[in-house]
């Protein structure tokens, strides 16, 4: 049995914590600061609650960090202050250059990682990539789980590197739908666009509708998301005003964090300054 601490876990972060738990594993989380749907999620996969993040540290070998990516650094800086020595595994969705930041600071303990697919409650839809010298230690922790694991190799960055381009394709193309949508509406022509959807593009017209309800709670997520993904593109010398533009639709629907479900029409009142 391995005893992991989970920073922090929200709706992924605990169905990570499940998967382990479900592989005979000890799970902790850290209440200080956190909120209380953090809690009922952690009481309710039956992780083990620690009042202080020294205090978790002292007791477990991995610390899994899954947490919005703006916050993936200073998380790091807090577990390194305090001297941890265990396995850090930091599957946020962060860029490479992030990624890379990160692992200086915690050392030869560093293991990257991304996730992809919905969180981890059923076969078949989430993956767990991996990747560092210490990669195929975690990949043992999720295997037969929920959570596929994947070693992708010793690369320190290979999986934040796939997370950019996996998620570049599916949030980025999301958010342009939607701001395609925003400017239909603007210029009162939708019907007209969906109409020739149906005709000439007939999954676009089936997409866009789910969108609004698929994306409205974690668009505040996306955005930071969306910025390093843009910074990945900038790095590799390629355009990235797309992403950086997606940030910005994501941004003006942050209002809808934690909200229920949203229908896409929704969704294009806010875009445009109307709701």
Same mark, same amino acid.
């Given at each position: 049995?391995?005893?992991?601490?989970?920073?922090?876990?929200?709706?992924?972060?605990?169905?990570?914590?499940?998967?382990?738990?479900?592989?005979?594993?000890?799970?902790?989380?850290?209440?200080? =600061?956190?909120?209380?749907?953090?809690?009922?999620?952690?009481?309710?996969?039956?992780?083990?609650?620690?009042? /202080?993040?020294?205090?978790?540290?002292?007791?477990?070998?991995?610390?899994?960090?899954?947490?919005?990516?703006?916050?993936? &650094?200073?998380?790091? &800086? !807090?577990? $390194?202050?305090?001297?941890?020595?265990?396995?850090?595994?930091? @599957? *946020?969705?962060? !860029?490479?250059?992030?990624?890379?930041?990160?692992?200086?600071?915690?050392?030869?303990? #560093?293991?990257?990682? /991304? $996730?992809?697919?919905?969180?981890?409650?059923?076969?078949?839809?989430?993956?767990?990539?991996?990747?560092?010298?210490?990669?195929?230690?975690?990949? /043992?922790?999720?295997?037969?789980?929920?959570?596929?694991?994947?070693?992708?190799?010793?690369?320190?960055? @290979?999986?934040?590197?796939?997370?950019?381009?996996?998620?570049?394709?599916?949030?980025?193309?999301?958010?342009?739908?939607? *701001?395609?949508?925003?400017?239909?509406?603007?210029?009162? +022509?939708?019907?007209?666009?969906? =109409?020739?959807? !149906?005709? %000439?593009?007939?999954?676009?017209?089936?997409?866009? &509708?789910? +969108?609004?309800? %698929?994306?409205?709670?974690?668009?505040?997520?996306?955005?930071? &998301?969306?910025?390093?993904?843009?910074?990945?593109?900038?790095?590799?010398?390629?355009?990235?005003?797309?992403?950086?533009?997606?940030? =910005?639709? #994501?941004?003006?629907? /942050?209002?809808?964090?934690?909200?229920?479900?949203?229908?896409?029409?929704?969704?294009?009142?806010?875009?445009?300054?109307? !709701?």
């Amino acid at each position: 049995m391995t005893s992991i601490l989970i920073l922090h876990p929200g709706e992924m972060g605990s169905s990570l914590g499940a998967c382990l738990r479900a592989n005979q594993h000890h799970v902790g989380w850290v209440s200080r =600061d956190r909120s209380d749907s953090t809690r009922v999620r952690a009481e309710a996969d039956g992780f083990s609650e620690y009042a /202080s993040l020294d205090l978790g540290l002292r007791e477990v070998d991995v610390v899994v960090s899954i947490c919005p990516p703006e916050y993936a &650094e200073a998380t790091a &800086e !807090s577990v $390194v202050a305090l001297n941890f020595e265990g396995i850090y595994v930091d @599957a *946020n969705a962060t !860029s490479p250059m992030t990624a890379a930041r990160i692992a200086a600071q915690v050392g030869a303990n #560093y293991v990257d990682g /991304s $996730v992809i697919g919905p969180p981890a409650r059923r076969a078949n839809a989430t993956r767990l990539y991996l990747s560092g010298e210490k990669a195929a230690f975690i990949k /043992s922790l999720f295997v037969d789980t929920f959570a596929e694991p994947t070693d992708l190799g010793p690369a320190t960055t @290979a999986a934040s590197a796939l997370k950019m381009c996996y998620a570049a394709y599916t949030k980025g193309t999301s958010a342009l739908l939607l *701001n395609i949508r925003a400017l239909a509406e603007a210029n009162d +022509i939708t019907d007209a666009l969906l =109409d020739e959807w !149906s005709i %000439s593009q007939s999954e676009l017209k089936t997409r866009t &509708e789910k +969108i609004g309800p %698929s994306v409205s709670r974690k668009a505040w997520r996306f955005a930071a &998301e969306m910025r390093e993904i843009a910074s990945t593109f900038d790095a590799n010398g390629l355009p990235c005003g797309f992403h950086q533009g997606a940030a =910005d639709v #994501y941004e003006r629907l /942050s209002e809808f964090k934690d909200q229920p479900p949203t229908p896409t029409t929704k969704l294009m009142a806010t875009l445009l300054g109307k !709701s």
